[in-house]
């Protein structure tokens, strides 16, 4: 009996020991295997960019974004989809998810965006967190949290774009960064 109740502890120890996360270190979990899969950097100014992506279980989007040429909404789409299949923690049933809430400004922007695209058949939760950039240290920060869905359960993400409300222009230099799980 003792030579059985060995080899549990020795089995259960070997589990302990292969398991990546020790409670300790944060490591693993920064170390999430992201790859970069998509980038697009504006060579001149324009009103929107959009990057094809292959399909990711887990994705993550950096815009980085100095002054627009005027004040504008900043949308966010994927799968060039335009239909009302949007929804966010302030509004339903809209034709893109908003990245500043609705703030029509025309300061420079950093935003991180993190989606989960785990399965075709389900909606894609996004948290999306957005700074504008401001130019004096004597002006107070504005800063934007929001959540919210691409209620598609047909499709991967498989294309991001940004796009501005009106006319103003992204300037030249303006990034678009995907990164995903690898596979």
């Given at each position: ?6 080899n549990r502890?020795?089995?259960l ?5 292969s ?22 950097v504006?060579g ?15 994705l993550?989007?950096?815009?980085a974004?100095?002054a ?17 299949n949007?929804?966010?923690?302030t ?11 609705t703030a ?13 695209n ?16 401001i130019?004096?240290?004597a002006t107070?920060i ?22 501005s409300?009106?006319a103003?222009?992204?300037p030249v ?5 995907v990164?995903g799980?690898?596979q």
């Amino acid at each position: 009996m003792s030579d059985l109740f060995e080899n549990r502890i020795a089995h259960l120890e070997q589990i302990l020991r292969s398991h990546q996360h020790d409670g300790l270190s944060s490591d693993p979990l920064r170390n999430q295997d992201l790859q970069q899969i998509g980038k697009i950097v504006l060579g001149v100014a324009a009103t929107s960019l959009s990057i094809a992506i292959p399909p990711r279980r887990y994705l993550r989007v950096l815009i980085a974004c100095g002054a627009k040429s005027g004040a504008s909404d900043d949308y966010l789409r994927f799968n060039a989809d335009s239909g009302s299949n949007y929804t966010t923690t302030t509004g339903v049933s809209q034709a893109q998810i908003d990245i500043r809430n609705t703030a029509n400004s025309a300061l420079g922007f950093f935003s991180i965006i993190e989606i989960a695209n785990k399965l075709s058949t389900l909606v894609k939760p996004c948290f999306l967190h957005t700074v504008n950039r401001i130019t004096s240290a004597a002006t107070a920060i504005s800063s934007y949290a929001l959540f919210a869905s691409w209620v598609n359960t047909t499709a991967f993400i498989n294309a991001v774009s940004l796009t501005s409300s009106g006319a103003a222009t992204y300037p030249v230099g303006t990034e678009l960064l995907v990164f995903g799980n690898k596979q």
